[in-house]
């Protein structure tokens, strides 16, 4: 069954530093999305994405995020400048159309800013 | 907005329980719902949906049905097994505006003993 692979699947940045969390999503989909779950919290949407560029954000998705495409295959999550409270579970997913029934999950890359 | 009030855990059960966890909503319109399972190092995995008032999703023995009038979405299973246990988020979409993201609940821990 194709999968959304995320990697790394741990990650430890210090404070201030840029970090890039990486995403395949599934081949022959369209629509890409970053959740992030901090520990304890709810999921939350942070960003989806279509045709090169941002679809729709959520008000966490500030100027310290940036989402990319580079080359037809990874999907990137880009924080500038990591904060601690930066610290949790990204998601990344990929749906094929608009469907909300489509969505497959990657398992998450665990950020850890220290 | 919408939001996703999920009973909290950790919850303990041993095999062969019946398990029920709570998922009220608060949603403008007609959302779908959803139930998502987290197994150890995996990505979220749909487990069962329900698009309309009154439906019932079920899958793997896992079942919720759609109640408007008190705006939930409970899961149940009448017999549960050591796997199980897993992480269980419930979700909504929305049907019309951000009809592609979907907003969680915190997520609930289940362990099943032998």
């Known amino acids: 069954e194709p999968e959304v692979t995320q990697t790394p699947s741990h990650q430890v940045t210090q404070m201030g530093q840029e970090v890039i969390l990486r995403c395949v999503p599934i081949s022959n989909h369209l629509y890409f999305y970053w959740y992030r779950q901090i520990l304890g919290q709810k999921v939350e949407f942070l960003v989806s994405?279509?045709?090169?560029?941002?679809?729709?954000k959520s008000e966490i998705f500030d100027d310290q995020f940036s989402v990319e495409r580079p080359d037809g295959s990874n999907f990137t999550l880009k924080i500038r400048s990591t904060k601690l409270e930066d610290s949790a579970m990204y998601f990344c997913?990929?749906?094929?159309?608009?469907?909300?029934?489509?969505?497959?999950f990657g398992s998450g890359t665990r950020l850890t800013v220290v | 907005g919408d939001s996703v009030t999920q009973m909290e855990g950790p919850v303990t059960l041993s095999e062969e329980a019946f398990l029920t966890i709570n998922c009220t909503y608060t949603?403008?319109?007609?959302?779908?719902l959803f139930w998502y399972v987290q197994y150890p190092g995996e990505g979220l995995q749909l487990l069962l949906k329900?698009?309309?008032?009154?439906d019932k999703g079920s899958n793997k023995g896992f079942e919720a049905t759609y109640r408007k009038e008190t705006t939930s979405f409970h899961l149940e299973k009448g017999s549960v097994q050591v796997s199980d246990s897993a992480v269980y988020f419930c979700?909504?979409?929305?049907?019309?505006?951000?009809?592609?993201?979907?907003?969680f609940g915190s997520g609930t821990q289940l362990t099943v003993l032998p």
């Open positions: 994405f279509y045709n090169n560029e941002i679809s729709e």
């Open positions: 997913a990929s749906t094929a159309t608009q469907n909300i029934y489509g969505y497959t």
């Open positions: 979700a909504l979409g929305a049907s019309s505006g951000s009809a592609r993201q979907l907003t």
């Open positions: 329900a698009t309309k008032a009154d």
């Open positions: 949603a403008t319109g007609y959302p779908s």
